[in-house]
């Protein structure tokens, strides 16, 4: 079983940067790799996906301009620049990797356990 663990959260003020990575134990042959975000008392969300060649990505309407999905395949490793960090992006984040794709993340197949992103105002 592929695992899947993220890292690179932490705690920044407004304005601030972070880069999550997630890193994968082997390849899991997915259609979709994405970040997912849950913040306190809310749903999960989905943030962004990049598909498996890389050609096609999607953002949440509240992150793009702001934060980038990219995957180095040859490392097994997805990432997600965040710019501009605003403290509703607060949530934790994971990083997952389907079949399908949906901004609930059912079809999701794998999944990170989590890293804590808190933006401070």
């Known amino acids: 079983q592929v695992q899947l663990v993220e890292s690179g959260g932490g705690s920044v003020q407004a304005g601030g940067s972070l880069r999550l990575s997630c890193a994968a134990s082997?390849?899991?042959?997915?259609?979709?790799y994405a970040w997912f975000r849950q913040a306190p008392g809310k749903e999960r969300e989905g943030v962004a996906y990049?598909?498996?060649?890389?050609?096609?990505?999607n953002y949440a309407a509240s992150v793009k301009g702001r934060f980038t999905i990219s995957r180095d395949n040859a490392k097994n490793t997805l990432y997600l620049q965040m710019n501009s960090l605003k403290p509703e992006d607060t949530a934790m984040y994971y990083c997952a990797a389907g079949r399908f794709y949906s901004d609930s993340g059912r079809g999701m197949d794998y999944w990170g356990k989590g890293t804590l992103v808190t933006i401070s105002s």
């Open positions: 990049i598909t498996r060649s890389g050609f096609s990505m």
């Open positions: 082997g390849d899991t042959y997915s259609m979709y």
